[in-house]
């Protein structure tokens, strides 16, 4: 006979929800010091850092059984800690049917439907249960032990996310000081809240950023992820935050199936969004912020589409235009010189002036404070701001939320936006305006979880693992020493430029330019001595070269800002921060940098959008006079948009038009115009960039005279392919590449134009006899081979020898006649290095007295052999020495 089991017999329970957590965990122990004699039924819990919690020391402290244990008919009081919801109370269901049954509920959740009525309520708004019982206890002068203190401070630190989320109260960070006042032990609290993600949860946390989506709801962006499991999830809640943390999520949904149901875990840091209120709709709940639910009996497909709907009926769009915008607008006309649109600046106090043409009833862009004192600074006052204005013209109605808002001011870098409705401009937002929104909503973003960030001046983005990949290993070592070396000098590091954009765009990098927040010059010396290197400075600019023992080199510069004293002006240099200096820079896409100090090794920071340029294959400038104050930045937006295949963004555009019109390479300096000019004809083929710069009149600042025409780019794509030809058979072969494109382009020219192009360049004598003398007898001896009926190897050879590879090439591109480029080929390829095997000195083995006549028989020797007559030194000598007898120059 089975012997009964004695059933506990007492007149209070305490308890709390399933699934619980450390906040019910440490409210059903400070309850507990409130009922003496009280049992607590424990409902269990899947997370394993709270049963592991149990597995320790800490059980003795709690007067606990399990529901089976409990004669229920002699339960008079049901104490409820941090939940009054039935649905999430399954352990005590029949219980909570019993008549006379007197229900104490202590509890921080808002009041959802569902929710049991108490005889006795402390419901109050702080950031954990545990709060309001330890209140309570020290009021009643009741003193937890060390332990306890302990338990009771680990539910507040975990439900408050450690003082960092949006409920906080002053009241949860007054407990857990009187908690630490009674020895709560924080190395023990640390253990348990701050939780690293292991080994195998980073399958589950990979699988939820893959199958991320993305719901733009009433312009409220809702980050959704749909996963399963065979198996439960170990600290799935870790995991979620971690996805929001590491994606900068707004409002974030998981939808997990794991042991056959469906776990929905919320995230949200938009106060206008309830996530609570929306898993009520699944019997779920929790706090604005944060919230879970668990479904039974409904596959993922079915949630999902239900979730959406919740979300259809919840979230409202957050419109604040009619809020934020200032009205009236204050407006110019296109036509209205920069000075007088200065001058209203100043009037209304403004930074920002729409330009509407009242004519047409049209926006036509925006004009800054901050390019108006640059008109004003290079006397261009006179000029109309259309000539300066940004034209991309972005506009809002009056019913936007707040995520348009952003979208344009914020990632789209507009100062200013105009509120447009039925073709009526009913006011401007400005970045300002924004910004005042955006701090005083960030106040309770911050609480809501300060480990997702706020959004700094500059986007930050770890790439180590992209420098470990694409790097070879001493590219690595050099950067980590440099990085090590600037650290042990209290200087800020970063590698910045074309290094960082080849990098990401994975091309071949080819230099490596140093920024150095403090004194360049110094931080080489001593790495230089430091890695036996020598050093070349430019005091002026603040700049060195490090140059190793093999001549690699790195450039190293102190981070400076430049500005110009008139335009086309070399700039005036001072030093300054990583951000000024990169704002110095030409274009976005060469703005970014990468942190080298050891802490912040592989940081990636990004001030002015250039990894979206990337993205987007666009190249911009920074500032809208970056084209008046450094023409020669509009022959590099064309480079670069040739050597990457990008297009020239639509303000960049329109400003290189601007500057050409009003001429700002008069003041330029030629051989700085020169220089840009080799480097795009140096580029693999630099035809689409003669054709863009031909599309803005480019060549006319080399010679008004000077005109591309069909037969001029027919040409140049014969100069490319000649060049291919040649670069692929001779890989080592160094010429100068850029000289045959410019012999092509002024193949038509007369001599007047090129002698005056010459000198508008400043071309060094050197090189002026590129493009006169050798290229006009190029020309001549090619006129002549074409011309001859036949001729010789003799005669080729002696009409080419003595050409340089780059007239060689540019001959055989101006060839029409096939016959004739072949034998050139021929010659170049077989005939150019033949020379005799014999020298002077066999020449006076055989008696021959030195003179003109060693000439003469190295010539006849060199003839023979180029028809095939001569093969070994042995015939040259022979062939020497009959031609010595028979004019009787020997005996």
Not at 33 to 41: D, E, F, R, T
Not at 441 to 458: F, I, Q, R, S, W
């Amino acid at each position: 006979m089975t012997k009964k089991k004695k059933l506990i017999k007492t007149a209070t329970i305490i308890t709390s929800h399933v699934n619980t957590d450390f906040d019910a965990v440490a409210s059903m122990l400070a309850a507990q010091k409130l009922y003496p004699g009280s049992v607590i039924i424990f409902p269990g819990s899947q997370e394993k850092s709270l049963r592991d919690f149990f597995i320790s020391s800490t059980s003795y402290l709690f007067n606990m059984t399990d529901q089976a244990s409990i004669d229920f008919s002699k339960v008079s009081k049901l104490v409820l800690v941090d939940t009054r919801q039935k649905s999430r109370l399954t352990q005590v269901s029949d219980l909570l049917n019993k008549k006379n049954l007197k229900i104490d509920i202590y509890d921080h959740h808002p009041s959802m439907k569902g929710d049991i009525t108490g005889s006795f309520e402390i419901i109050r708004k702080t950031g954990a249960t545990t709060t309001i019982l330890s209140t309570l206890l020290q009021e009643k002068k009741i003193v937890p032990s060390p332990e306890e203190a302990t338990i009771m401070a680990l539910g507040i630190y975990e439900d408050t996310g450690s003082f960092t989320y949006s409920s906080t109260t002053k009241e949860d960070l007054e407990q857990a000081a009187f908690l630490l006042s009674c020895g709560a032990n924080l190395n023990t609290i640390v253990n348990f809240v701050v939780k690293e993600i292991k080994s195998e949860q980073v399958i589950w946390l990979n699988e939820l950023l893959n199958e991320m989506t993305l719901h733009k709801i009433n312009g409220v962006d809702i980050h959704i992820s749909v996963i399963s499991s065979p198996t439960y999830i170990t600290d799935l809640a870790t995991i979620v935050q971690k996805v929001v943390r590491m994606e900068n999520l707004d409002i974030f949904f998981a939808v997990v199936l794991m042991d056959n149901k469906i776990n929905i875990i919320a995230r949200n840091r938009i106060p206008e969004v309830d996530v609570g209120k929306i898993l009520s709709g699944f019997g779920g709940g929790g706090h604005s912020y944060a919230a879970f639910a668990k479904v039974d009996n409904q596959t993922p497909a079915q949630v999902e589409i239900k979730l959406l709907e919740r979300l259809q009926k919840e979230v409202k769009s957050i419109q604040i235009a009619t809020h934020l915008m200032a009205s009236p607008a204050i407006t110019v006309e296109p036509d209205t010189d920069c000075k007088k649109a200065g001058s209203l600046m100043t009037r209304y106090n403004i930074n920002s002036l729409l330009v509407v043409d009242k004519n047409k009833n049209s926006y036509e862009g925006y004009i800054t404070r901050q390019v108006i004192e640059k008109t004003l600074y290079h006397n261009l006052s006179h000029l109309p701001v259309k000539e300066y204005m940004n034209s991309e013209t972005r506009y809002i109605s009056s019913d936007a939320d707040v995520s348009q808002i952003e979208n344009i001011i914020i990632e789209a870098k507009h100062r200013i936006l105009p509120v447009i409705d039925n073709g009526l401009i009913k006011g401007v937002i400005t970045r300002t305006d924004l910004l005042n929104y955006l701090v005083q909503h960030n106040k309770t973003l911050k609480k809501n979880d300060t480990e997702l960030g706020v959004k700094k001046n500059a986007k930050k983005r770890q790439i180590e693992n992209i420098l470990y990949q694409r790097l070879d290993n001493r590219i690595k070592l050099l950067l980590q020493n440099i990085g090590q070396t600037g650290n042990e000098l209290g200087l800020n590091m970063f590698v910045v430029g074309g290094f960082v954009r080849d990098l990401l765009l994975n091309r071949q990098i080819e230099d490596i330019d140093i920024v150095v927040e403090g004194d360049g010059i110094e931080f080489a010396r001593v790495y230089a001595q430091k890695e036996g290197c020598r050093i070349n400075t430019h005091k002026k600019f603040g700049t060195a070269v490090i140059i190793f023992p093999d001549n690699f080199k790195i450039d190293v510069a102190s981070a400076r800002l430049e500005y110009y004293t008139m335009p086309a002006a070399l700039p005036i240099v001072e030093n300054s921060s990583i951000k000024l200096d990169l704002a110095r820079r030409d274009f976005t896409i060469n703005t970014l940098a990468i942190s080298l100090n050891p802490d912040n090794f592989g940081t990636m920071i990004d001030y002015f959008g250039g990894t979206r340029d990337l993205k987007d294959k666009t190249i911009r400038i920074i500032h809208n006079l970056s084209f008046v104050e450094d023409p020669t930045r509009i022959f590099r937006a064309i480079k670069f948009s040739n050597r990457f295949g990008f297009k020239i963004g639509k303000v960049t555009s329109n400003l290189i038009q601007n500057a050409i019109r009003i001429d700002c390479f008069k003041n330029l300096s030629g051989l700085r115009v020169l220089s840009e000019l080799k480097q795009i004809f140096e580029e693999e083929n630099p035809i689409p960039a003669i054709r863009t710069m031909e599309t803005y009149g480019l060549e006319k600042v080399l010679h008004e005279n000077l005109t591309i025409i069909p037969n001029t780019y027919q040409l140049f794509e014969s100069v490319n392919k000649i060049l291919s030809w040649h670069d692929l058979l001779y890989v080592d072969e160094q010429y100068p590449r850029w000289s045959v494109y410019f012999m092509a382009l002024l193949n038509r020219c007369s001599f007047n134009v090129c002698e005056q192009i010459c000198t508008r360049l400043n071309f060094p004598l050197k090189e002026r006899g590129i493009l006169f003398d050798m290229r006009y007898k190029a020309e001549k001896q090619l006129l002549l081979l074409e011309n001859s009926s036949c001729f010789s190897k003799q005669d080729l050879y002696w009409a080419l020898i003595n050409f340089k590879t780059e007239y060689i090439l540019y001959m055989m591109a101006l060839c029409k006649n096939e016959a004739v480029k072949k034998a050139i080929s021929n010659f170049y390829t077989h005939q150019r290095d033949i020379k005799p095997y014999i020298k002077g000195r066999d020449l006076l083995k055989i008696g021959l007295k030195p003179g003109p006549v060693f000439t003469t028989i190295l010539n006849q020797i060199l003839n023979a052999k180029l028809d095939g007559q001569l093969k070994t030194k042995k015939e040259e000598i022979k062939f020497a020495e009959d031609y010595a007898k028979k004019n009787k120059l020997i005996d």
